[in-house]
């Protein structure tokens, strides 16, 4: 049960279609609540769109080249912990990005300031009675439909715990949480010495991974950081099954580059498992 509203300029979202952007951002929004497999999460959820003349958005420099956008998510106080609200900003972040049709670069996210709003129990009144997050999964709970799912999507804020997050995600099998670890200009270089490039390929070479119920233990070794960009150095046990059906165990160094996005952490720029073979 949440409202995000958006307000930003009259051209910013020109020639795409409103209730597209609704359903993506409703979604992320139900999602880090907690309702991702509920069948009623997405009537709960009110996406608002304020858009106002291009004039209407100044700086103190005078009018921006681009939209800006100024993003409130307003839900019930609970409903979303910490480390989910700094996922979910990230999340929203790049599906408005997508939509522009922009690159997540620095200059460019910071044209998006998303505030959080926690509403009180019984500060919000629905069909004429107060309600409360108690009332709330009630709700869901008693739809018969749907099983609240934790979130534990934070955005990394440190280099030295990238690799652990890494384990995390591909050990659950979680492909939209390890996509999420790559920048979606990422380069990979795998394990039989090709390079794939970009968000598409890259995502193929994690499916495959999760396919074959990869298992993997990271080590890291060294973490040397200059501003925006880090380079980790992980020793790692990798556990794959063959399309044989025989589990194999690899071992070795990794060399991986990861670069700083402000509002969305570390994300891996060059992943080099194969490290210096």
Not at 55 to 60: E, G, N, R, Y
Not at 248 to 267: E, F, I, K, P, Y
Request: aromatic content about 6%; hydrophobic content about 45%.
């Amino acid at each position: 049960m949440a409202l995000v509203k958006i307000t930003t300029s009259e051209a910013a979202f020109g020639g795409h279609d409103p209730a597209r952007i609704a359903a993506a951002l409703g979604g992320l929004t139900y999602t880090a609540e907690g309702f991702r497999d509920s069948a009623i999460a997405p009537e709960l959820i009110w996406v608002l769109f304020e858009q106002l003349p291009a004039t209407a958005f100044l700086k103190a420099a005078g009018l921006p080249q681009k939209p800006l956008y100024y993003v409130e998510v307003s839900t019930l106080r609970g409903a979303i912990t910490e480390d989910a609200k700094l996922d979910l900003g990230a999340r929203i972040t790049r599906e408005l990005m997508a939509v522009e049709g922009c690159a997540p670069t620095d200059e460019n996210t910071q044209r998006i300031w998303i505030r959080f709003i926690d509403i009180a129990d019984d500060d919000l009144v629905v069909g004429g009675q107060a309600t409360s997050l108690a009332t709330l999964r009630a709700l869901i709970a008693s739809a018969g439909r749907g099983k609240e799912t934790p979130v534990d999507h934070a955005i990394i804020t440190d280099p030295a715990t990238f690799a652990g997050a890494f384990d995390q995600a591909l050990n659950a099998g979680d492909l939209d949480r390890l996509h999420s670890l790559y920048d979606p200009d990422a380069t990979m270089r795998t394990s039989d010495g090709s390079v794939v490039h970009g968000h598409e390929q890259v995502g193929q070479e994690l499916r495959r991974l999760i396919a074959a119920d990869a298992r993997l233990e990271n080590r890291t070794r060294h973490v040397f950081r200059q501003k925006d960009v880090a380079l980790i150095v992980v020793d790692y046990t990798l556990h794959i099954t063959t399309p044989d059906g025989q589990r194999v165990d690899t071992q070795g160094t990794a060399t991986n580059v990861l670069r700083h996005t402000s509002g969305l952490g570390w994300r891996m720029i060059i992943a080099n498992p194969p490290g210096i073979a």
